[in-house]
């Protein structure tokens, strides 16, 4: 669509009626002494008087081309521009990271599929929390791994295709065999620092106790909860298990409760598919649009044709002019009658 940015200068069109209607012309007065022979004594001095003081008629051409000149002027001050189509960008508000447990303790096939047969949790984890990234395109998603210690795969990103196939190719046991939960929340909270999102969650899950960390979980969690970063926990595992191998469900839950999180216990992949399609729900899709129109000036269009209206009446008038003073050619000279 077409628009002018100052539409408040067309006010200026009656501008020059104004003016030639309120400011008579200009008009001077000098003495003189009036000659009744003067032409005489100027040519007897072969002198050619100069013309007085004139007011200049206007011609009809003139009266035409102005007022059209100064009509495009006036267009192109009030700057015309043509707004293309809107271009929209779609900007998340919530910056999204996952935290997975990857101890050796994930290799144990204790978990149930939707047919009832055994599989190891890494893999009914990587299948659950693949589709819920799918079914999260208007957040940045980021990717943690711990055992031993905890390591970023991903930043925050919206290349889901990516967080996906790393999700995919994860192993049990690459990290180590221990279980670093504080540190991993630490690190979550280290990659939050850069981030400009108004809203951070962090999803942890965990199928062991903290046996690695130099940051204790709850300590981690008060971290997190003066940066305003929400942590969700899920335990999954055997919470009667010894040692390393037993999920400790009462940090998780006190992690959680400090940071304003939910916390959750999955025993199969069915119950672990029904704890993400609950924190999809309960972090609900949100986005910001921005829009912005490219602008094309056409200023240069008016005041181009405005110049060539003006430039165009100055050639008409020279021609005529040249036309008006070319020498009068004279007829050829008849020959004198003979007398008789």
Do not use: C
């Not at 609950?278 to 269009?301: Q, V």
């Amino acid at each position: 669509m077409y628009q002018f940015e100052y539409p408040w200068l067309f006010v200026l069109l009656p501008l020059p009626l104004l003016l030639w209607w309120l400011l008579p012309p200009y008009r001077e007065e000098s003495p003189s002494v009036r000659l009744p022979f003067f032409g005489e004594v100027a040519s007897a001095l072969g002198l050619k008087p100069a013309a007085g003081a004139v007011v200049p008629r206007s011609n009809w051409l003139q009266r035409i081309l102005a007022p059209l000149a100064w009509a495009l002027l006036v267009t192109a001050l009030a700057r015309p521009q043509f707004l293309e189509a809107p271009i929209e960008k779609t900007q998340p508000v919530r910056d999204l990271l996952l935290a997975l447990d990857l101890s050796q303790s994930m290799d144990t096939r204790d978990f149930r599929d939707p047919s009832g047969a055994l599989i190891p949790r890494v893999q009914a984890v990587r299948e659950v929390v693949s589709s819920f990234v799918a079914r999260r395109p208007g957040d940045r998603i980021g990717l943690i791994v711990f055992g031993d210690a905890p390591y970023p795969l991903a930043p925050f990103t919206l290349d889901h295709a990516l967080v996906q196939t790393m999700i995919r190719d994860l192993l049990p046991g690459v990290a180590g065999p221990s279980t670093a939960l504080g540190d991993a929340v630490g690190l979550g909270i280290k990659m939050f620092d850069q981030s400009q999102a108004p809203e951070k969650v962090l999803i942890v899950l965990t199928d062991g106790n903290d046996t690695a960390s130099k940051m204790p979980p709850e300590r981690a969690a008060d971290i997190a909860k003066q940066r305003h970063v929400t942590v969700h926990t899920i335990g999954i595992g055997d919470p009667s298990a010894e040692g390393e191998q037993r999920v400790d469900l009462g940090v998780l839950q006190r992690m959680a409760a400090q940071t304003g999180g939910r916390y959750f216990f999955g025993a199969d992949q069915n119950s672990l598919e029904s704890i993400y399609a609950t924190l999809d729900r309960i972090t609900p899709h949100n986005h910001k649009t921005l829009s912005w129109r490219p602008r094309r000036e056409l200023f240069m269009w008016p005041l181009g044709a405005a110049v060539g209206v003006v430039l165009v009446y100055q050639l008409i008038m020279a021609m005529w002019s040249a036309w008006l003073l070319r020498p009068r050619r004279q007829g050829a000279p008849q020959p004198a009658a003979e007398e008789p």
